[in-house]
């Protein structure tokens, strides 16, 4: 299991972030270092479920049951369930920025899960 300061060493809110989010990560650059963050982690999280969604060549049945798994997983903060994700869905990614991001979707979900209560409370709200 990955600590947070490892999750952080692997640039999953810098170089993840980045690669995925263009122009949002020069906005969330700006902000104070408490909600950097916090709103990082969020943004990779919704693009990893928008990025599920959207997968072409995938059935739409699994299209479907993917972001829906994902999001349970973000409500538990339960990564067991999206383990899959890294050995079945981020290899039909194109793009290699949203295979990194589906392939580390299970420490995403590590690092909500150590949050403060109430910044992983935000982002559930908001996800």
Known sequence: MASRESAKDSGLTGDLLRSVSRSFYLSIRILPRSLREPVGLAYLLARATDTLADTSGVPLA??????????????????????????????????????????????????????????????????
């Open 62 to 127: 699994i299209r479907k049951e993917k972001p829906n798994s994902l999001s349970k997983a973000i409500a538990s903060t339960d990564e067991s369930d999206v383990q899959d994700l890294a050995k079945d869905f981020a290899p039909l990614q194109s793009d290699p920025s949203e295979r990194r991001l589906i392939a580390v979707a299970p420490d995403c979900l590590r690092l909500l899960r150590d949050c403060s209560p109430a910044d992983r409370a935000d982002i559930q709200i908001v996800l």
